[in-house]
């Protein structure tokens, strides 16, 4: 039987912040833990990994029958493949003989080890002592199976399998056998983001690299924009970075807040918005060239970019944010019409409640936008909880066939391989994990309305962790 869906668990585990303290924006800390223990890393292993819907790939990455790949979290290893009828099956690395890996999986080596995949397969075939299974994981062959007296079965020698989903274009698995459906875990958050279509897209570029901190500092990087003030102080100059935050259960989403009403519409929460300034023509123009620009030309596109450098030209001085905003917005969808990329119709509500991006229970982040994605995924490296394995991909709509051929590319956290802004996000990494063991510090102090899906991400992770680290109320 399914377990019941997560927050109908929450009411067993009164240790926990409530949804509804998250949505009274309660004051909360949490203990630190889960960033610094060495224990909590190894429960890690048994308590989270193998229970949640975690994100492999994209599935245009197998795209023929035969193609597979590997997923690797924590001491865990998956196959994922697809069969000859388009459908995805996916294992558990493991040959039931003796425990070799069926697929030799180093461990992840930057600049040399992302993953192992390949194509054209009818079996696997261990390399210890040839026993072979075939795609949907039974066992084809094994050397002398009189020895066992004839006493082996099917379900004795198959591969142990996972479970497979998609979303988004995304290929998921659970390994739970008892996990709630993906679309179930899912919830709101996936019913909104379906509305951008993110299975339309295509990786603009991917990279990773091995940062000096545990994978929820890094991740926590790219859950808020309340830090943008402080360590992006060269994007005050185009926009303010007001954000609020709310709790979607598992998952949460950040907008972009307005102080000035005037800026206020339903596109303002996320990256297509107005800049600050008197010319709203320019400022517009200005804070989405900075973005794409030092986002490593992401979070927005091409077209988007020249259509908003025509504004000036296009509009009169006396054009309002709104006027701004809805002719950037017509023009540029028309621009990516005529190359052959069609807009999905995001209803504006939707847009609104979609806000500016979403973290993904337990570690993966979206910021979208109608024609592309900036996403993170972060995992934990060996067993150290200082070390985490940080990758993130551009999404985006391409003409049919034109989208560029990518793979995983190790780069170093410098700005030139990644542009300046998610240069400086990397640069906080590795002195938050410091700062955090200091004896002086007296416990994160998040921002209720800013901060959310922080707390929100250790509350959901207390409830698969058996409560440690769990958020508790500062005010009462
Ligand atoms: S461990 Fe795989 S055949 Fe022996
Ligand atoms: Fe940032």
Known sequence: MNKPPFDQREAFEPHRLTAADMDAEVLSTYPTEAFLSKDYLQAEKTLLWPRVWQMVERESDLPEPGDWLTYDVAD????????????????????????????????????????????????????????????DGQNTYIL?????????TPEMTCLSEVQVDTWGGFI???????????????????????HFELEKMHYKW???????????????????????????????????????????????????DTRDAKFEMSESAGTTRAG?????????????????????????????????????????ETATPQECIAHWLKSARADDAARGVVWPDVPPEIKKESGLAWGLFPNQNILHGETFGLCYR??????DPDKCVFESYALERFPEGEAPQTE??????????WGSVLAQDFSNMQFVQK??????????????????????????????????????????
């Not at 009828?85 to 992302?114: E, I, W, Y």
């Not at 002398?144 to 082996?152: F, R």
């Open 172 to 194: 998921y698995v659970n390994m739970d056998p008892d996990a709630a459906p993906l679309k179930e875990w899912m919830g709101r958050a996936g019913e909104v983001l379906s």
């Open 378 to 383: 972060v995992r934990p490296y060996g067993d």
């Open 76 to 135: 865990e290893s998956i196959i994922v493949l697809r069969k000859d009828d388009g459908t995805l099956r996916a294992f558990h690395n493991v040959c039931p003989h003796r425990g070799r890996q069926l697929v030799s999986v180093p461990n992840m080596l930057p600049g040399k080890v992302h993953d192992v995949r390949g194509s054209n397969r009818r079996s696997f075939i261990c390399g210890f002592h040839g026993w072979t299974f075939d795609l």
């Open 276 to 316: 600050k300034g008197d010319d709203p023509r320019v400022s517009t123009y200005e804070l989405i060239r900075e973005n794409y620009e030092t986002v490593n030309y992401s979070a927005s596109t091409e077209t988007l970019v020249r259509a908003a450098s025509r504004l000036q030209t296009e509009l009169p």
């Open 206 to 256: 991917r990279q990773w690299a091995v940062y000096d901190c545990n994978w929820k500092t890094a991740i926590e990087a790219f859950l808020e924009p309340y830090h943008v003030a402080g360590t992006h102080t060269q994007l005050l100059a185009y926009g303010d970075y007001y954000a609020l935050s709310r709790q979607y259960g598992l998952h949460s989403v950040s907008s972009y």
């Open 435 to 476: 700062g955090m063991k200091s004896s002086g510090f007296r416990g994160p102090l998040p921002n209720p309305h800013q901060e959310q899906k922080v707390i929100n991400l250790h509350r959901n992770l207390a409830g698969f962790m058996r409560g440690r680290g769990a958020p508790t109320r500062l005010d009462i």
């Open 408 to 417: 995983w590319t190790y780069a170093e956290p410098v700005g030139e391989l």
């Open 144 to 152: 002398d199976p009189q020895d066992w007296q004839n006493k082996l």
